[in-house]
């Protein structure tokens, strides 16, 4: 079997796409690898399959390159990229994605801003952070995040018991001056660092407005610049949440099925 695919990255984070509505492509763990392995593949942090839905414009399932099922930022701000440059959806678009429905939006400078849901769960744990925006993300504040270990300290949160079996997204924030945060992140799913992780910056920004930064937060990453939307509820809850940056194709091709 021959599947036409697309390269899309968002901020250096970069995902596989397949137009899933009419082959049924049913991956395993072992094909998504393959598809995702940078020496042997098409090379990607992860892949998306876009298919039918029966009420909304598509359906997005995204998978880690470890063939773990979870939601993905960015890789849904690229997924909207690829779906409204095929005319599958319009400049706005209503879509199911792992943690449920999700709106989105393609900006007249190309950027993709994509409404996340309401953030409910917010766990401080002495200095560090617990929060859960689709995917579960660990949150410290260091100094000089450009030096710091991201890839040693990130695995050793990652697999730390407190957050065994499935583990967590470890991200390392430092603050910086005009409302701007810097966000390195070890992924699970991909067990290295990213260039970017689009739930990762949207925890981080949320956590920083504890340290009173505001509503958009400026967000640098190894991969580029994001900016993250809120507003807080009176019951402490973040609302009205959004992701927003630039997304693009890199290129497309036919990847055969061993």
Known sequence: MTLPFFKYEATGNDFVIIDNRDINF???????AKMCDRKFGIGADGLILIEKHKTLDFNLIYYNSDGSA???????RAAVKMTTSLGI?????KFNAYDGMHEAEL????HVRLKMNNVDLIQKIEKDFF?????????RFVDNVKKFPVFEEGKKIRYSN?????????NFVELLNDNSIFVRTYERGVENET?????????????AS???????VSVKTLGGELWVEFSVAPNGSFTDVYLVGPAKKVFEGMWTLE
Request: glycine content about 14%; proline content about 7%.
């Open 195 to 207: 260039l970017s992780c689009g739930t990762g910056v949207t925890a981080a920004a949320i956590a």
């Open 210 to 216: 504890y340290k009173n930064y505001k509503s958009p």
């Open 131 to 139: 929060i859960h925006t689709g995917s579960p993300h660990f949150i």
């Open 70 to 76: 979870s939601l993905c930022g960015n890789g849904s």
């Open 89 to 93: 959806t319009g400049s706005k678009t």
């Open 162 to 170: 407190a957050y065994q079996p499935q583990g967590t997204n470890a």
């Open 26 to 32: 049913l991956p395993d763990k072992n094909q998504i």
């Open 107 to 110: 900006l007249h400078n190309g």
